[in-house]
C-alpha cells in the first residue's frame, strides 16, 4: 500500500504534509499560534498605519510628470469644487439669478475650509453661452481653518444645500473632487458593508450544501474571515515602501474570500473522503495534508508567481494592488496548511456536526451523477466535445479583440448618486468642465509678458479649436515658479472626442505655444491625460508581464507534474477562460449589452487597472482546479491505471469538490457585480465568469477531452529534463515507466 493513493504519508513526505503533521501533533500551539498572530497583525498593522498613493502617483508618463509639477509647487493644495447654477427661464443678467449666486456666494464665504471663491460675475468664462447657467469655483481645504477647526467637505455641502432650499426655482448643485470622492466613499461603504454581509452566508450556504454539516461548512468561512483580517493589518507595514491604492483594500476582500474558502474545502474534502474510506483519523489528515495540502501550496505559488507579474508594470497602482494580493494569498496558502489541520485533529469526526441528513446522503456519493455522465460522454467523443468546447470559447473571445481600456473617473459615478446627476448637468452646461484637462507650466518666473502671452494665445486657439471650451482659467504658484492652466476638452473626458482634443492640445497647441521657450517646460495631466498614457504603458509593459507569468507558471507545473504537455496545456486553457471572460466584460459593460440588467451606464471601456489584473489573478485562481484535478489524475496514473481510466478516475472524484469550490467564488464575485460603483460591477463579472467558464467548460470538458486525445503524450518528458525532481514516492516508481519509453509516450 506504500504507493497508493491512500497511503500513509510517512513514506512520501512533501512539505505540506510535514507541515500539516506538526500542526497535527501541536494543535495547541497552532490554533493559539494562529488567533495570536492574526490579533497582532491586525492590531500593529492599525497602529502603524496604512499610507495611502497620492494623486499623483497613481498616474503614468507625461501624466505623472505634470503632476508631479503641480504638487511640486503645492498648486494641487485643497480640491477643485463647483457649484452649478441654472435656470430654465432666468439668465445671469436677471436680478433674480444675481440673487441666487450671491445666496451661494455668501454661503460659502462663511464655511470652514473655503478660499479661492470665484463669482460667474468676476470670470465671465464661468457662464454658459445661453446665460441659463453659471458656475461659481473655489479650493476645499487648501488653507487651514482660522479656528483650528477640522476640515469637513460635509459642511461645505450642507451650506450649498441650504442656500438650494433658499432659491427653490433654481437648480444648484456641488460637485468637485472632494464632494464626489464624499460621495462615492460612502457609497462604497454602503456597499462593502452589504457584500460582507451577503458573502458570509452565500459561502455557508453553499457549503452546507457542499459538506452536508454546519461545523464543516463554518471552518473555511472562519479561516477565510481570520486570514482577510490579517492581511488588511499586514498591508501597513509594506505600504510604508509602497504606498497602497483604494482597490487594494476591495482586492484583500475579494480574493481573500475565495481563495481561502477555496483552499479549505479541498483539504476538508480530501480528509472527509480518506475518513470514508476507512482510514483512521490520522491517516486519513496525514493523506490530505500530502495531496490536497500540496496542491494547496502549489495553487498558491501560482497565484503569487502571477501577481509577482504587475510589478512589471511600472505602474504604482498595480503594484499596491500585487503586494494587497499577495499577502492575502500566502496568508490563506499558511492558514490552510498549519490552523485548519489542526482543528481537524481536534475535531475529528465531530467535524460532520450539525449534519443535515438529505445533504450528508447526497455527499456520500463520491461522484456527482450529472458531471460523471458528462465526463462518459466527453471520454466517447473527445474530438466532438474538444471542437464545441473550444470553439464557444473562441466564440466568446471574439469582442475581447476590440477591448478598450479607460480611466472613467466620475463618469463612472453610480447613477442613484445626487452628485452623478450633478454631473451630468455640468457637462451639458459646461463640455469638459467637470473633468479639465490641466497644463502644468514651469519656469523661472511664468509671470513673465513672453509667458503670459503665451498662455493668453494658447487660450485663444485652443477656443478657436472647437475641440476645447470655457471656463479656461490659470492658478500661478506663490513663488511664480509653476502654473496650471485648466482646459475643458470635448467629449466625455475618455471618449474619442476627448482623445483626439488632447491630442490636439499635447502635439499642436502646446508645442507650437509654450513649448517654444526653451526656458518652459509643460505638460499634460487630468482624467484623459492619465487615461491616454495609461494605456500607453500597458500596451508596452504588458506583453512583459503575460510572458513573465505564462512562463514561470508553465515552469512550476512542469516541475510538478513532470510532464511538458501537461504544463502548456495548462497555459493554453487558462488562456481560453481568461479570453473567453474579457469577450464577455466587453459585450457587456463597453458595448453596454448588460445595462438594463446590472443598472449602469456604459462608460464605453474597461476600467484602466481591470483586464491585467484578471489576467494574473483569473490564471492563479483557475490554476487552483487545474492542479487539484491533475494532482488526483497522476495520482491515479502513478499508481498503475493506465491513461484514460486515470483521467476518469482523476475528474470524477474531484467534480463535487471542484463544483463547490467554483461555485463558493462566483457566489461572492457575483455579489460584486451588484455593488453600485462600475468598476465593481466589471471585476465581480469578469472574476465570476471566467471561474464558472473555466469549472464547467474547461475542466469538465476540455481537459479530459484533450487528455483522452493525448493519451501517454500527457506524461511526455524530453530525456534531457529527466533531472527534474520526482515529488512523490508515487512519481518515483513512476519514473522508471517514463525512463523505459526513452522519453516518448509508451
Not at 503575460?546 to 512562463?551: D, I, P, T, Y
Request: net charge positive; aromatic share 6%; with cysteine.
Amino acid at each position: 500500500m506504500g504507493d497508493e493513493l491512500g497511503a500513509p504519508a510517512r513514506a512520501r513526505k512533501n512539505l505540506a504534509a510535514r507541515m500539516g503533521s506538526w500542526s497535527a501533533r501541536h494543535r495547541k500551539a497552532a490554533i493559539f499560534g494562529w488567533l495570536a498572530f492574526v490579533t497582532a497583525a491586525f492590531v500593529l498593522g492599525g497602529l502603524t498605519g496604512t499610507k495611502q498613493l497620492s494623486d499623483a502617483d497613481t498616474q503614468s508618463g507625461e501624466s505623472h510628470r505634470a503632476a508631479k509639477i503641480i504638487a511640486g509647487v503645492g498648486l494641487d493644495r485643497g480640491d477643485a469644487e463647483s457649484v452649478l447654477v441654472q435656470s430654465r427661464t432666468q439668465t445671469a443678467r436677471t436680478p433674480e439669478f444675481r440673487a441666487a449666486i450671491s445666496a451661494v456666494l455668501r454661503a460659502l464665504a462663511s464655511t470652514s475650509g473655503v478660499s479661492d471663491l470665484r463669482s460667474p460675475y468676476v470670470h465671465p468664462d464661468q457662464i454658459a453661452g445661453d446665460g441659463h447657467s453659471a458656475l461659481i469655483r473655489f479650493r476645499f481645504g487648501a488653507k487651514p481653518d482660522p479656528l483650528g477647526r477640522p476640515m469637513a467637505i460635509e459642511r461645505v455641502v450642507a451650506a450649498v444645500d441650504r442656500a438650494a432650499r433658499s432659491q427653490p426655482e433654481f437648480f444648484i448643485g456641488e460637485f468637485g473632487d472632494a464632494s464626489a470622492n464624499k460621495a462615492l466613499d460612502d457609497s462604497t461603504g454602503r456597499d462593502f458593508h452589504r457584500a460582507e454581509y451577503l458573502s458570509i452566508p452565500v459561502s455557508l450556504a453553499i457549503l452546507l450544501f457542499a459538506f452536508g454539516a454546519l461545523v464543516a461548512a463554518g471552518i473555511p468561512v472562519l479561516l477565510a474571515l481570520t486570514a482577510v483580517l490579517a492581511a488588511f493589518g499586514l498591508l501597513a507595514f509594506p505600504s510604508q515602501l509602497w504606498p497602497a491604492d483604494d482597490a487594494a483594500t476591495s482586492v484583500i476582500l475579494l480574493i481573500g474570500l475565495a481563495v481561502g474558502v477555496d483552499y479549505s474545502l479541498f483539504y476538508i474534502r480530501r480528509e472527509r473522503e480518506e475518513r470514508a474510506r476507512g482510514s483512521g483519523p490520522e491517516a486519513a489528515l496525514e493523506a490530505a495534508a500530502a495531496t490536497s495540502g500540496r496542491a494547496v501550496l502549489l495553487s498558491g505559488l501560482t497565484v503569487l508567481i502571477a501577481m509577482a507579474g504587475m510589478f512589471l508594470t511600472g505602474n504604482k497602482v498595480f503594484t499596491s494592488i500585487a503586494v494587497g494580493t499577495m499577502i492575502v494569498v500566502a496568508v490563506a496558502v499558511a492558514g490552510s496548511l498549519t490552523v485548519l489541520p489542526a482543528l481537524l485533529s481536534l475535531l475529528g469526526d465531530r467535524v460532520d456536526k450539525g449534519g443535515i441528513s438529505l445533504l450528508a446522503r447526497r455527499n456520500r456519493r463520491a461522484e456527482p451523477r450529472l458531471l460523471a455522465a458528462l465526463v462518459d460522454r466527453v471520454l466517447r467523443r473527445p474530438l466532438l466535445w474538444s471542437a464545441v468546447a473550444a470553439g464557444a470559447l473562441l466564440l466568446l473571445a471574439v469582442p475581447a479583440f476590440s477591448l478598450h481600456t479607460n480611466d472613467a473617473g466620475q463618469t463612472a459615478l453610480p447613477q442613484n448618486l445626487e452628485i452623478a446627476k450633478t454631473y451630468e448637468r455640468l457637462q451639458r452646461a459646461f463640455p469638459g468642465g467637470a473633468e479639465p484637462a490641466y497644463v502644468a507650466v514651469r519656469a523661472d518666473d511664468v509671470r513673465s509678458a513672453p509667458i503670459r502671452a503665451a498662455i493668453a494665445e494658447l487660450k485663444r486657439r485652443a477656443l478657436a479649436s472647437g475641440e476645447m471650451s470655457k471656463p479656461i482659467g490659470a492658478t500661478v504658484a506663490s513663488d511664480g515658479t509653476a502654473a496650471a492652466i485648466t482646459i475643458p476638452l470635448a467629449g466625455s473626458g475618455t471618449d474619442k472626442r476627448s482623445e483626439h482634443a488632447l491630442e490636439l492640445l499635447r502635439k499642436r497647441l502646446l508645442p507650437e505655444t509654450l513649448g517654444r521657450m526653451r526656458s518652459v517646460q509643460v505638460g499634460v495631466t487630468g482624467l484623459t491625460a492619465d487615461s491616454k498614457d495609461m494605456n500607453d504603458l500597458l500596451k508596452v509593459r504588458t506583453p512583459i508581464v503575460f510572458a513573465f507569468v505564462l512562463g514561470l507558471a508553465f515552469l512550476l507545473l512542469l516541475a510538478a507534474f513532470r510532464s511538458i504537455v501537461i504544463a502548456l496545456k495548462a497555459v493554453v486553457l487558462n488562456l481560453l477562460s481568461v479570453g473567453a471572460a474579457y469577450g464577455l466584460l466587453v459585450a457587456i459593460f463597453q458595448w453596454g449589452w448588460g445595462e438594463s440588467l446590472l443598472g449602469f451606464k456604459s462608460t464605453h471601456g474597461i476600467t484602466l487597472w481591470l483586464p491585467l489584473f484578471l489576467f494574473v489573478v483569473l490564471f492563479g485562481l483557475s490554476m487552483d482546479y487545474h492542479v487539484f484535478i491533475l494532482t488526483r489524475v497522476r495520482e491515479a496514473y502513478d499508481r498503475g491505471l493506465d491513461t484514460e481510466a486515470a483521467i476518469a478516475h482523476g475528474v470524477k472524484t474531484t467534480a463535487g469538490v471542484v463544483t463547490g469550490a467554483a461555485c463558493v467564488m462566483v457566489g461572492v464575485f457575483a455579489i460584486f457585480a451588484t455593488l453600485s460603483q462600475i468598476e465593481m460591477k466589471q471585476l465581480g463579472v469578469g472574476l465570476a465568469s471566467a471561474i464558472l467558464i473555466d469549472a464547467t467548460v474547461v475542466r469538465a470538458v476540455l481537459l479530459p477531452a484533450t487528455m483522452k486525445l493525448l493519451g501517454d503524450w500527457n506524461w511526455y518528458l524530453p530525456g534531457w529534463l529527466a533531472w527534474l525532481p520526482q515529488l512523490s514516492r508515487a512519481q518515483r516508481t513512476a519514473a522508471a515507466r517514463e525512463s523505459a519509453s526513452a522519453g516518448s509516450p509508451a
